[in-house]
């Protein structure tokens, strides 16, 4: 077999089973895969949600992760803020000519892992080849399905409530900012980039959350703004109490990046009911020290996100706009 993709294992012919057969399958094969069939029929599901998403981040291997691992987490992770357990993926593959077997199969044996965290299947999927120059090497889509345990939504937020952050904030951003750029740090960044269904299975076993999202395109701000607009309550949040990694705070004071702004991909919001507070702190701080109560949900200026300072100051945290950080997912 060639050591690169070539067009043909794109045509649906012989070398496009072989790629499927002997590559992608001994990798993800499973029981459903295996009857090759144009369509996958599921069985009884009950209470389901569903997400698609796709991935074209650069570069494509980053401290962390790669695009394999962050198309699992990323689809999955959708799904687990809403309180379903992931179930079953759709995998598609756009591959550029050329791309390299050995690197194709890490990035199988990343998504692997991920899947075997999650406890979920690939029960469908797609793979076209383009020619040279069409693609940055290999662009994924994922889709989810996954099964609902707990009712969740931006719509049960209440005033009163308090709001927690999973753990530090930018990290995935600054990451492929510095990977992307050749910078070298004294400590390299690591993207926050995993799978967060194992925090939210416990914290379901526990008590029922009124909201979570996980803080990707847009990062913290955009989570709390969106919010605030939804509901039209005021997201006050202490600033000091919102982690981020020192390495990370050094690339966002040189190039002037916000970190609430910069994208993470492990990392989330999450509003509970008082009475719930300490033990979802509790809980969030078995999986990341750098967890912490940020702020509490107010009327004082509906539909908008201020920040306190340490020094008794106040600013509006505005949505992000512009493009602050293309391809990071």
Same mark, same amino acid.
């Given at each position: 077999?060639?050591?690169? %993709?070539t ?12 790629? #499927? ?5 001994? !990798? ?24 698609? =998403? ?39 593959? %756009? ?11 890490? %990035? ?7 899947l ?8 469908t999927? =797609? ?23 707990? =009712?969740?939504s ?8 308090v ?7 930018? $990290? !995935?951003?600054?990451? #492929? ?17 995993k ?18 999202r996980?803080a990707? $395109? ?16 005021c ?6 109490n ?8 050094? %690339?966002?004071?040189i ?12 990392t ?18 078995? !999986?990341?020290?750098?967890?912490? #109560?940020?702020? $509490? ?7 908008r ?6 020094w008794?100051t $106040? ?15």
């Amino acid at each position: 077999m060639n050591k690169t %993709i070539t067009l043909a294992m794109g045509n649906g012919g012989v070398e496009n089973s072989e790629l #499927i057969q002997k590559v992608i399958y001994r !990798h993800l094969g499973n029981d459903i895969l295996a009857k090759a069939e144009d369509a996958t029929p599921l069985g009884a599901l009950q209470n389901l949600c569903f997400t698609t =998403d796709s991935f074209t981040v650069t570069p494509l291997f980053f401290k962390g992760g790669d695009i394999g691992k962050l198309s699992v987490a990323g689809a999955c992770n959708d799904l687990a803020m809403m309180g379903a357990k992931p179930k079953f993926l759709s995998l598609s593959f %756009i591959i550029e000519e050329g791309f390299g077997l050995r690197e194709f199969e890490k %990035i199988l044996r990343s998504i692997k892992k991920e899947l075997t965290l999650n406890e979920a299947k690939v029960v469908t999927g =797609d793979t076209k080849v383009v020619p040279r120059g069409s693609c940055d090497g290999l662009y994924i889509n994922m889709s989810a399905i996954g099964e609902r345990v707990a =009712d969740m939504s931006q719509n049960r937020i209440q005033k009163g409530d308090v709001l927690l952050l999973s753990g530090d904030m930018a $990290r !995935h951003g600054a990451a #492929i900012f510095a990977a992307r750029e050749g910078i070298e740090l004294e400590n390299e960044i690591e993207s926050d980039c995993k799978s967060l269904w194992p925090v939210v299975e416990e914290l379901l076993g526990n008590l029922t959350p009124r909201a979570m999202r996980d803080a990707t $395109r847009g990062g913290v701000a955009a989570v709390l703004n969106e919010w605030a607009m939804a509901t039209n309550l005021c997201m006050e949040i202490q600033e000091q109490n919102c982690s981020v990694d020192e390495s990370v705070q050094g %690339i966002c004071e040189i190039l002037g990046f916000e970190p609430f702004m910069l994208a993470n991909e492990g990392t989330f919001v999450m509003a509970v009911a008082p009475k719930d507070a300490d033990v979802a702190l509790e809980i969030l701080r078995r !999986h990341n020290d750098k967890a912490a #109560i940020i702020g $509490r949900i107010s009327d004082s200026y509906p539909g908008r996100v201020v920040l306190k300072s340490s020094w008794g100051t $106040r600013r509006f945290l505005d949505m992000p706009s512009g493009e602050i950080l293309p391809r990071i997912c």
